[in-house]
């Protein structure tokens, strides 16, 4: 077996387009929030999302000694938040929280989920966690924060999506 360069498997993966997010919980009487694009929907019904969340990363613990953790999907315009979670620090930011169901969420996000977290996965380097959703919110006018090879990036041009049928399913033929 051909063992995998970290660096060649983290360039590969950035090949893949992701919306980003900060994940935050309170501990202790603090807010704690991160930079992620590790995020995806899991189940509608109970509804759940996972994020994954590296061994080494202070929020591991938080989320373990809470059980919540809220997921905001930031809007284009937000590269500031993005930085300042991803641990650049920008100090001229303040009252960037609002507070849902008593955790943070980034004010003016483009979507947030509040969740309770339902179970939590190690996987390797990382743990998955699975959250219940309990609250949730979006604003379908603001278009999303993107990341591709390590760089920000949005939506050019949004195709409306076509008309979905209820429990159809799509196949693709190439």
Not at 11 to 36: K, L
Not at 143 to 156: D, E, I, N, Q, S
């Amino acid at each position: 077996m051909t063992a995998i360069d970290p660096r060649e498997l983290r360039n590969a993966c950035g090949q893949f387009g992701t919306g980003v997010t900060i994940i935050t919980t309170r501990c202790e009487g603090r807010d704690h929030g991160m930079t992620a694009n590790a995020f995806m929907s899991v189940s509608l019904d109970p509804p759940l999302v996972a994020i994954s969340i590296a061994k080494s990363a202070k929020m591991l613990c938080h989320i373990q000694n809470t059980g919540r953790f809220a997921v905001s999907v930031l809007a284009e315009g937000m590269e500031d938040l993005a930085w300042h979670f991803a641990g650049k620090p920008r100090l001229d930011l303040c009252d960037v929280f609002e507070r849902r169901n008593e955790l943070p969420v980034i004010a003016d996000a483009a979507a947030y989920f509040v969740t309770d977290l339902a179970d939590e996965i190690v996987a390797g380097d990382h743990t998955i966690f699975l959250g219940r959703v309990r609250e949730m919110s979006l604003e379908p006018a603001k278009k999303p924060l993107l990341f591709c090879r390590g760089r920000f990036g949005g939506l050019a041009d949004p195709h409306p999506a076509p008309a979905m049928l209820e429990n159809a399913a799509y196949e693709f033929v190439w």
